[in-house]
């Protein structure tokens, strides 16, 4: 902006900026906007008293109870699906890695490396199963257990 021009907005902003004026400035309003504030500052809206509701009372039971039941599982299990979840991309990235590869020199090496993620992936979702009790086993066992199988299915493809 160049100075003038901020020098000229800046007295036009001191100078009662927010002021009422006589005639709507906008061609969309059909009343005066003094009549618009009086209606709003009216006694019916001041004496209507406002209330801070408690989430359970808002949402409806059953979407509440939903919500409670959404992760069933400990923080350290979290923890350990996080890992799981990340070495499952890596291991989607090797086998893409490998797949782009096929029929070149590099395939074999490239593949080595997909089983090898693959297999530590296996692990430690094998690994995490047995550690859990049976609610949070089958609660990770729907979360993860297709992801687990199209693991699987895309690394079979790998070795046709």
């Known amino acids: 902006m160049r100075p003038r021009s901020s020098i000229t907005l800046c007295k036009l902003l001191s100078g009662h900026p927010f002021g009422r004026s006589s005639k709507p400035k906008s061609p969309f309003l059909t009343r005066p906007l003094t009549n618009f504030s009086n209606h709003c500052s009216s006694h019916h809206y001041s004496k209507k008293s406002h209330h801070f509701y408690h989430p359970s009372r ?12 959404f992760r069933c599982y400990s923080v350290d299990t979290d923890k350990e699906v996080d890992r799981i979840n990340m070495k499952f991309a890596e291991a989607r990235e090797e086998i893409e890695s490998a ?5 070149t020199v590099y395939f074999n090496e490239e593949a080595e490396c997909a089983r090898a993620a693959v ?3 296996l692990e430690m979702y ?3 199963l047995k550690k859990l009790p049976d609610s949070e086993r089958a609660a990770i066992q729907r979360a993860m257990g297709l992801k687990i ?3 699987k299915a895309e690394l079979q493809q790998l070795n046709e």
């Open 99 to 103: 797949m782009e590869s096929k029929e």
């Open 126 to 128: 094998q690994g995490l």
């Open 119 to 121: 297999s530590e992936v």
């Open 149 to 151: 199988e199209q693991l």
């Open 58 to 69: 808002v949402i409806s039971q059953p979407h509440f109870r939903i919500f409670q039941e």
